[in-house]
């Protein structure tokens, strides 16, 4: 289930579940065992070389580091594009489904096409090639993510008003529109308890010339929690479940619970009152109107309704936000903490001080070649890979998209699962692959798993099956530019993992939970090494 709320990062210090967990002691010794080692490495390096690094990986990532700017910028330019484009679909020149899906899927193909053409005739090392490949990547799942969410609010905008306009037929058969809420007012009640009435302003979506004296603030705030309470009554059997078909409502590109977000104050619309009328027709239709009418506001608050999304601050706003998944609203700060900023911008240069040691000192110079013993290569890669994967991770996930979600009052910095049940407990590849990134994870959730179970009535274990695939073919594609080799090994190590998950959750091997995460860790010791040799050596 994709949803989003405020919550904070598992390694800030002001996360209350972290600051009173068991192994918060391991975390500093991990980053002072980790320090003493980096100072030892630049002693015996200055002992024997006369200098504490070379540089030489410095002067290999900052070539030609001013066109690789520019290029980046004009990237995320070109993604501006997607705001008249949701317009002119919103306005309805364009049809979503499906002229307007061919237009957005030739246009991301052209963008990676010409990232991908440009860093070859550019002729860069692998970390420029692989920064703007991945950026690329990035930028196209965001553009998705937009398009595809303003263009399903599109259609069901529409929907809404065929709804709306059967709703007013079927009104005018019980006296009319303003007849028919007095009706409904009077059921609810009869099945309630009296409440305060008064005279507030008609809804904006009130038909035209509607007369009818609406309840005030406190019944309407009142109605709407009875409202919520008989839906919430009413899902109470569905199962919680991301990937329960009864415990969600897919549209196509938005995975929604059925009870996802909290009550609101506001008064309740005249869809909702009418689904107590008592003419299962109107009620039908009422029900139907305002399901689809909740889908065009915002899940958090309500105060944002399609198609006044669309602008070019909501898009920037949305660009800058550290997420893959695009919604009306998302939980927010209420300011900026530039002491904030400042704790992740000194963590971010301190931890790549560190990556950049090991990097330079351990991964660069034991380069695999053919020549090369296999399980030496192996051997020799192993731990230092392992620890650059953990401080990569600590700069992308803790540093870079807290940084970023700080700017943007960002409220939801789960970025990554608790690690001490997810990760260093894994006890499957399921598990982790689920947990470790989860901003790829949720976009792969709602526009790949959800989305093709929807679109195409594909069963859990086909759309699970073309998950892995596109995520694996996206992978293979980033290392076929890093490397220029066209090995499918990655490919072929990732699509490995489904037969994995499967023998994962055969009871007998999920009770073994202590062999479970052995398997899981030397199968992370060894595939980085793994695919280094397998790359740079075959």
């Avoid at 005279?199 to 705030?221: F, H, L």
């Avoid at 650059?388 to 910095?413: K, W």
């Avoid at 997810?422 to 947990?435: G, P, V, Y």
């Avoid at 959730?445 to 596109?470: E, G, I, N, P, W």
């Amino acid at each position: 289930m994709v949803t989003f709320a405020p919550r904070k990062s598992l390694f800030d210090i002001s996360n209350e579940s972290s600051t009173s967990n068991e192994f918060r002691g391991f975390f500093t010794l991990f980053w002072i065992s980790l320090f003493l080692f980096t100072v030892r490495t630049y002693i015996r390096s200055i002992e024997t070389n006369g200098y504490p690094l070379d540089f030489q990986f410095a002067s290999m990532f900052s070539r030609d580091a001013i066109t690789l700017a520019i290029s980046d910028a004009v990237l995320v330019l070109n993604t501006a594009l997607c705001v008249p484009f949701a317009k002119a679909i919103a306005k309805g020149w364009i049809r979503y489904y499906w002229f307007g899906v061919i237009l957005q899927h030739l246009w991301q193909t052209s963008v990676l096409a010409m990232a991908i053409t440009w860093t070859f005739n550019r002729q860069w090392p692998w970390v420029q090639s692989g920064f703007l490949t991945l950026h690329s990547f990035t930028m196209i799942m965001k553009m998705h993510s937009y398009l595809s969410t303003n263009g399903q609010l599109a259609y069901t905008h529409e929907q809404a008003e065929k709804v709306l306009a059967e709703l007013k037929e079927a009104t005018e058969a019980e006296g009319g529109w303003d007849a028919a809420l007095r009706k409904a007012e009077e059921v609810m009640m009869q099945h309630d308890s009296p409440i305060p009435q008064g005279t507030p302003d008609a809804p904006n979506n009130a038909p035209e010339g509607s007369t009818t004296s609406y309840i005030d603030a406190r019944t309407a705030v009142t109605l709407r929690q009875r409202l919520a309470a008989r839906n919430a009554a009413g899902n109470g059997k569905a199962d919680g479940s991301a990937t329960s078909a009864a415990a969600v409502k897919t549209t196509g590109t938005r995975v929604l619970s059925p009870s996802a977000t909290a009550v609101p104050t506001h008064p309740p619309t005249p869809s909702e009152i009418l689904t107590h009328h008592p003419s299962e027709k109107i009620a039908r239709l009422a029900r139907t109107h305002a399901e689809l009418e909740s889908e065009l506001t915002g899940p958090v608050e309500g105060r944002v309704r399609w198609p006044a999304n669309i602008t070019l601050r909501d898009f920037a706003w949305y660009q800058l936000t550290p997420t893959l998944v695009y919604e009306l609203e998302y939980p927010r700060t209420e300011r900026i903490r530039p002491l904030y900023v400042f704790e992740k911008t000194v963590a971010f240069f301190g931890t790549f001080a560190l990556l950049y040691t090991i990097v330079e000192t351990f991964i660069i110079p034991l380069t695999p070649t053919k020549e090369q013993s296999f399980a030496r290569s192996l051997l020799d890669l192993a731990l230092p890979f392992m620890m650059a994967y953990l401080l990569l991770f600590y700069i992308i996930f803790e540093c870079i998209c807290n940084a970023f979600a700080e700017l943007s009052y960002f409220a939801d910095r789960q970025f990554y699962d608790d690690w001490v049940s997810s990760q260093w407990n894994s006890t499957s590849w399921d598990e982790f692959s689920r947990k470790w990134n989860k901003p790829v994870h949720t976009f792969l959730l709602r526009h790949v798993y959800a989305s093709t179970m929807s679109s195409y009535k594909l069963t859990k274990q086909s759309a699970m099956f073309v998950t892995f695939l596109v995520s694996a073919a996206a992978h293979e594609l980033v290392m076929a530019i890093v490397t220029q080799k066209i090995r499918f090994y990655l490919f072929a190590l990732q699509i490995a993992q489904i037969p994995l998950i499967a023998i994962g959750r055969i009871p007998a091997i999920r009770r073994n939970k202590l062999m479970g995460n052995i398997v899981f860790w030397l199968g992370l010791y060894a595939g980085f090494p793994l695919l280094c040799v397998a790359y740079c050596a075959y």
